[in-house]
Nanobody, 127 residues
Framework: HVQLVESGGGSVQAGESLRLSCKPS?????MGWFRQAPGKEREGVAR????????????SVKGRFAISRDNAKNTAKNTVYLQMNSLKPEDTAMYYC????????????????????WGQGTQVTVS
C-alpha cells in the first residue's frame, strides 16, 4: 500500500500560479493528478510515468499545467509536482494525487480506474 501526501493548494486570482506536491510513502511507477469540482465527475488532468518521465495531459490543462518528478536516484519514491499556470476560475476544484504500480499502457484519457492509491486531496480556488 502507498500513502500519498499532497500539499500546495490555496486560493489565488485568475492568471496566477500554484504548485502542488505529492509525496509517496513507497515506490510507484505512475502518478497522476485528478480534480473534482462540486457536482462534476472526477477528471484526470496529468500523469507521469516515473522511470521514463513521459507525461500526459488533458486538453483542458495542456499548455498551462506541467507535471514533473524530482528524479531521485535509486528510488522510485519520487515526489511529484503539478505546476499550474494561468489559472482560471474553472480550475477551481479539489485536486487529488494518485499512484499505481506495474505496467500501465501509454494512453489518454487519464483514468482514475488505473490508479489504486489516492491522497486526501488539496483544495484549489481561483477567483
Amino acid at each position: 500500500h502507498v500513502q500519498l501526501v499532497e500539499s500546495g493548494g490555496g486560493s489565488v486570482q485568475a492568471g496566477e500560479s500554484l504548485r502542488l506536491s505529492c509525496k509517496p510513502s513507497g515506490w510507484t511507477d505512475h502518478m497522476g493528478w485528478f480534480r473534482q469540482a462540486p457536482g462534476k465527475e472526477r477528471e484526470g488532468v496529468a500523469r507521469i510515468d516515473i522511470d521514463e518521465g513521459r507525461t500526459y495531459y488533458s486538453d483542458s490543462v495542456k499548455g498551462r499545467f506541467a507535471i514533473s518528478r524530482d528524479n531521485a536516484k535509486n528510488t522510485a519514491k519520487n515526489t511529484v509536482y503539478l505546476q499550474m499556470n494561468s489559472l482560471k476560475p474553472e480550475d477551481t476544484a479539489m485536486y487529488y494525487c494518485a499512484a499505481s504500480r506495474g505496467y500501465l499502457a501509454p494512453q489518454t484519457p487519464i483514468s482514475s480506474t488505473d490508479f489504486p492509491f489516492w491522497g486526501q486531496g488539496t483544495q484549489v480556488t481561483v477567483s
